[in-house]
């Protein structure tokens, strides 16, 4: 199916708001296309919905402070914090300096991950073979996404994998395997102060984070 159909099928079946921001005033409603990048400024107060609109797609995501983005999303400081390598209602994702930048209000599917990073050109290469190299990535996607924004490589840090399944064997060796998420849930942030949002929807094929067939997802910003 092309990008194009699976869009439009997309919007035409996935209209309906999810319950928890049912009765929230929509600022901007839009669709982060198979394989592309979204971006957006959430203000303080204001929520964040990713709509998983068919199921089995990872949604790479790194979140700075709008007005200093030398302050971005720090996995070692949320972690830390939290007691927890997983992501789910409640977790706060600390910045850098250890101050909050968004809160996970809902949660449908349970767990995210957060220390799996984003797929590249070089890591594709080197885990599945020269042949891949020339495979675009989330790397690619963040980059130029983010220079929309005056951003460069050096401001890309471990990132945040909404919906990937990335668990940890006994022996510390970490896996990706098939998603946990089904079509149509969702999760809900909320911006503890005004954030820029950057997202690679995912366009990996070879594992199975996106079920070898990355699709679109819902990128709803509401106020309540």
Known sequence: MSTEAMSTEAMSTETALPEFIAAHRIVSDAVAERRGPWSGIVKAGQFLTIVDLFGNQAVDCIVYDAADTDIRYSAQDTIAAQGNIYLTTGSVLLANTGD?????????????????GACSKESNSLRYGHHTVHQHACVENFLAEGARWGLGKRDLVSNINWYMNVPVEPDGVLGIVDGISAPGLSLTLQADRDVLVLVSNCPQVNNPCNGFDPTPVRMIVSES
């Open 100 to 116: 909050a930048l968004m809160t996970l209000r809902n949660d449908q599917v349970g767990r995210h991950d957060t220390i799996g």
